[in-house]
Each structure stands twice: as structure tokens, then as C-alpha cells.
């Protein structure tokens, strides 16, 4: 089993920044990609970042690349999300999501966190 834990979010004006954290813990020698996903409220949830957790490499959605990063610290088992930027729209409940793969399908992934709230006003 693999544990995912989120924290960081919070309330923010319009343009300003917040780091979510993922902190997992667990059986993790099968987990080679983690990510990022949200749901707006009355929205389907959605992708915002993946990285494969060996090389480092990362995919975003459209909708905040270059304003959003996706890192990851292997030795404390931590993926990071670094939001600059911030618009009304990326008001979200954000999941962090661990699984064999890094992809942008949420099916492709077999753990999940409980989810932070970060709300962005204008």
C-alpha cells in the first residue's frame, strides 16, 4: 500500500503563488510516476502536471504551462507543485496521484491522496 499525503493549499488573490506537497510513504519500489489532478467545483476532474519519479520527466496541461512546475524530492519520497500565477479558474480541490506509470489518464493511477483546497480570488 502507498500512502499520499497533500498540504499546502490555502486561499490567494488573483496572481499570487502557492506550493502544494505531497508527502508518500509506503511500499513505493512499484511507483515510477506521480501527478497532479483537480476538480473545479462542478467540473470533471482534470490533469494539471505528472513527472516520472526515476528521470525527472514532466508533462503539463495546457492550461498552466508556465505558470505551474512539478518537481520531486527522491529522498524525502515528496512531489512538489509550485503555482505562480494563480488565476479564479485554478480554484480546485488538487489530488495528488501516484501509480506504475506517469501519464495524464487518471485511470493510469492506483493511488490517491485526500485532496487540499486552494482557492484563488479575484
Known amino acids: 500500500q502507498v500512502q499520499l499525503v497533500e498540504s499546502g493549499g490555502g486561499l490567494v488573490q488573483a496572481g499570487g503563488s502557492l506550493r502544494l506537497s505531497c508527502a508518500a510513504s509506503g511500499r513505493l519500489f512499484n511507483i515510477y510516476g506521480m501527478a497532479w489532478f483537480r476538480q473545479g467545483p462542478g467540473k470533471e476532474r482534470e490533469f494539471v502536471a505528472s513527472?516520472?519519479?526515476?528521470?525527472?520527466?514532466?508533462r503539463y496541461a495546457d492550461s498552466v504551462k508556465g505558470r505551474f512546475t512539478i518537481s520531486r524530492d527522491i529522498a524525502k519520497n515528496i512531489v512538489y507543485l509550485q503555482m505562480n500565477t494563480l488565476k479564479p479558474e485554478d480554484t480546485a480541490v488538487y489530488y495528488c496521484?501516484?501509480?506504475?506509470?506517469?501519464?495524464?489518464?487518471?485511470?493510469?493511477?492506483?493511488?490517491w491522496g485526500q485532496g487540499t483546497q486552494v482557492t484563488v480570488s479575484s
Open positions: 496521484a501516484a501509480g506504475g506509470i506517469a501519464s495524464t489518464n487518471a485511470n493510469e493511477y492506483e493511488y
Open positions: 513527472i516520472n519519479w526515476h528521470f525527472g520527466i514532466t
